[in-house]
């Protein structure tokens, strides 16, 4: 008979044994989750293709089960679906889907404008980034200024978001960007002209500078339903 403490050392070997595999299983599929986005990403699979996990395994060097879980997380996240008996295929653009997230972001960032009217947000960094949208806006070369419109975007909603003091919030908005982002990108759908989109930004940052919380709120809802309304624009001419 073996004595308690044998028994006792067993169960923890064997905990920690559980609690390994685990760990690497979970990691298998998050490897398999990044690869297959990007399989995706790069237009390898187009919207509406099968994605056999066969195929998968045989790309990704892996089984199939990561691959089935990581499956199943994209399908989570709309960007593919799986058919009963036929498979993954990679998800079709579906313009409901298309318009739950664009209103969404909506919400989300009239909300974050909201929030940085509040009293004890600097807006040092809100001035310093209307002094840098006026000078771009004077710049004559329209492919010069189109460059430095798509860097000023990379510091402007950072900006924002660093300086809500909401990280639940700011966690929503990435995820939905992102998501939106992806979607128009798989989907090629070019939705930004940047100087179409200047005007609402800066609307937005003066509202904010004079701590006008409707204003901002409206501002910032304004600026996603003309991105939205673009991006329809640009489907119809297709």
């Not at 195929?55 to 199939?64: D, H, K, Q, T």
């Not at 960032?109 to 002094?131: N, Q, W, Y």
């Not at 700011?170 to 939106?180: E, Y």
Request: net charge positive; proline share 5%.
């Amino acid at each position: 008979m073996r004595r308690p403490e044998t028994r006792v050392v067993d169960k923890a070997v064997r905990k920690l044994y559980n609690k390994r595999n685990k760990m690497k299983k979970q990691k298998l599929s998050w490897q398999a989750y990044e690869k297959i986005k990007k399989l995706i990403e790069s237009r390898h699979f187009s919207p509406g293709d099968s994605m056999p996990e066969n195929e998968l395994s045989a790309i990704l060097e892996m089984s199939r089960t990561p691959i089935r879980e990581a499956l199943q997380r994209l399908e989570d996240e709309q960007m593919v679906v799986i058919k009963p008996h036929l498979g993954a295929f990679v998800a079709t653009l579906d313009l409901g889907q298309l318009l739950n997230i664009y209103e969404t972001r909506e919400a989300i960032d009239g909300m974050i404008a909201r929030l940085l009217c509040k009293p004890h947000v600097e807006t040092r960094v809100f001035s310093d980034l209307r002094k840098k949208h006026l000078k771009i806006k004077s710049i004559p070369d329209t492919t010069e200024r189109i460059t430095r419109w798509n860097e000023y975007a990379k510091e402007y909603r950072p900006a924002l978001w660093s300086n809500c003091n909401n990280p639940m919030l700011v966690n929503l908005a990435a995820s939905v960007h992102a998501r939106a982002g992806l979607m128009c990108f798989i989907h090629q759908i070019i939705h930004q002209y940047p100087d179409a989109a200047m005007p609402d930004r800066i609307e937005v940052l003066d509202a904010i500078i004079a701590k006008d919380a409707l204003k901002a709120e409206e501002a910032a809802r304004q600026h996603v339903r003309d991105i939205f309304s673009r991006i329809m624009k640009f489907m119809t001419q297709q």
